[in-house]
């Protein structure tokens, strides 16, 4: 069974308010006022009557925090009777403050403003109209600044648990927008690889089938021709598996992911002598001054000339040639990969589709394969300009434009 501590706390405090009230009650009589030199005209001697109006008094703060306004008013109606019968001024004046406390720091500004013009007027009506005499107005102005000090330290107590529950529910929404933000940053980063893995298996995939399909056509009448054959596909199934390594890498949680630099501009060379010999006369032509890229934009433009020769190996058909360009202009890199087969054509079936656009302004109709369609992707991300479609005099084409921002 669930038991209420600040009730039973509450509880525990108005009794020892009352036990105090009742005894400075009984102690402080006409007679022990008089041997102190005190004024003690007027004050009416204790009784059981006094004493009950003192527990009454004491009582409502056994709910202070309950019903904290209510308690206060009916603390105060036994409180202004002892006052008005004479028991002398003061008597029950803790268990009034007490309950003012708890007003100023459980409730809102303008109900504690009331609490204290009650309070205030409660005593006033008390002074005057009962018969015990103070012995001079600084004895009020003390019992006023008292009260207020009281309220203000109820409302500072308010004002600060307010502070802290606005830390905690800031907190709160720090924490939150920081979950989001990983979850956003994950969901990214699958998206990501997912790409890298498209790009890897799409591109080795297609050199390794090529190169079987030649194997098979020579088996018999060439067979070193074709044990070449066959060590280009081990050579470049061991590519495709270092490749996949280091980008599934990255989502293991028990080994740390052996990294390494990604590809970028500078292993074309090497990416286009894979595709010679894969069956893909390829060239490749560098025009300009080569100047240090941004890692995402050279790894973007190296995955864009992959694609570019992977869906001309697969689907331009024999005896195509493709070339690369990479011209380094000033505050732009551009990227081209063309061949001379049948791209133009409907049916074509590159990356599932065939069919392209000019890609000006992010308007791009892309096939509808994953390959083009992440290319579409990457170039957008650096800003960059695409074009994917088939040339007037044949054949096909891959283009982009990447801006270089600060001289990059």
Request: a neutral charge.
């Amino acid at each position: 069974m669930r038991i209420d501590r600040s009730g039973l706390h509450d509880t525990v405090l108005a009794g020892v308010v009352a036990a105090a009230s009742v005894a400075q009650f009984v102690l402080y009589g006409p007679a022990r006022l008089q041997a102190e030199g005190l004024p003690a005209e007027g004050v009416r001697a204790p009784d059981p009557l006094g004493a009950l109006l003192v527990v009454l008094a004491c009582a409502p703060v056994a709910v202070r925090r309950r019903w904290p306004l209510a308690a206060l008013c009916a603390g105060l109606v036994p409180e202004a009777l002892l006052d008005v019968a004479g028991y002398g001024t003061g008597v029950s004046a803790l268990s009034g403050m007490v309950l003012l406390y708890s007003v100023a720091s459980h409730r809102g500004l303008a109900v504690a403003l009331g609490a204290l013009l009650l309070a205030v007027t409660t005593y006033a009506v008390g002074a005057v109209a009962g018969p015990v005499m103070a012995s001079g107005p600084n004895e009020h102005v003390v019992f006023a600044v008292v009260l207020v000090a009281v309220w203000g330290a109820g409302r500072s107590l308010r004002l600060r648990r307010a502070y802290l529950e606005e830390l905690k529910d800031r907190a709160a929404r720090l924490e939150r927008a920081h979950a989001a933000d990983t979850r956003a940053a994950r969901a990214e980063e699958r998206s990501r690889i997912a790409r890298e893995l498209h790009d890897v298996v799409a591109h080795h995939v297609s050199v390794m089938t090529v190169q079987a399909a030649a194997a098979r056509r020579v088996l018999a009448a060439d067979p070193d021709l074709a044990r070449e054959a066959l060590s280009a596909i081990e050579h470049t199934g061991r590519l495709a598996m270092t490749e996949m390594r280091n980008i599934v890498g990255v989502l293991r949680t028990d080994a740390r992911a052996e990294l390494g630099p990604q590809p970028g501009v500078r292993d074309l060379p090497s990416l286009v002598e894979q595709m010679r010999e894969a069956g893909l006369p390829t060239s490749l032509r560098v025009e300009g001054e080569p100047v240090p890229l941004p890692a995402g934009v050279d790894l973007a433009a190296y995955r864009l000339v992959q694609e570019g020769l992977t869906n001309s190996l697969r689907h331009a058909g024999a005896g195509v040639k493709a070339v690369v360009t990479v011209r380094h202009d000033p505050g732009e890199l551009d990227v081209e990969v063309r061949d001379d087969g049948n791209g133009g054509k409907s049916g074509d079936g590159r990356d599932g589709g065939g069919r392209g656009g000019d890609g000006r302004d992010g308007e791009v109709s892309l096939p509808s394969g994953h390959g083009l369609v992440g290319i579409r992707e990457r170039v957008a991300l650096y800003g960059g300009i695409l074009n994917i479609g088939p040339l007037p005099g044949g054949g096909f084409e891959v283009r982009a434009r990447f801006p270089l921002k600060d001289g990059l």
